[in-house]
């Protein structure tokens, strides 16, 4: 099962910087997503991308 066929029960808290947390909310607001959504896409690619996480397809 890949990450994004999971079900999301696992949660994950942390603590950024003022700045990084308004630069979230403007892109999950451009993309028409909350930001935990932005979030979540934002390490599963980079994840993807650095071969940690399986791509899907």
Known sequence: MTAKNELRST???LRVTPS???ALEKA???DRR???SMA????MDW???KGYL???G
Not at 40 to 43: D, N
Request: proline share 5%; aromatic share 0%; net charge negative.
């Open 11 to 13: 949660p994950l808290g």
């Open 20 to 22: 990084l947390k308004t």
């Open 28 to 30: 999950a607001k451009d």
């Open 34 to 36: 909350s930001m935990a």
């Open 40 to 43: 979540e896409l934002i390490l």
């Open 47 to 49: 994840l993807e991308n």
């Open 54 to 56: 399986e791509k899907d």
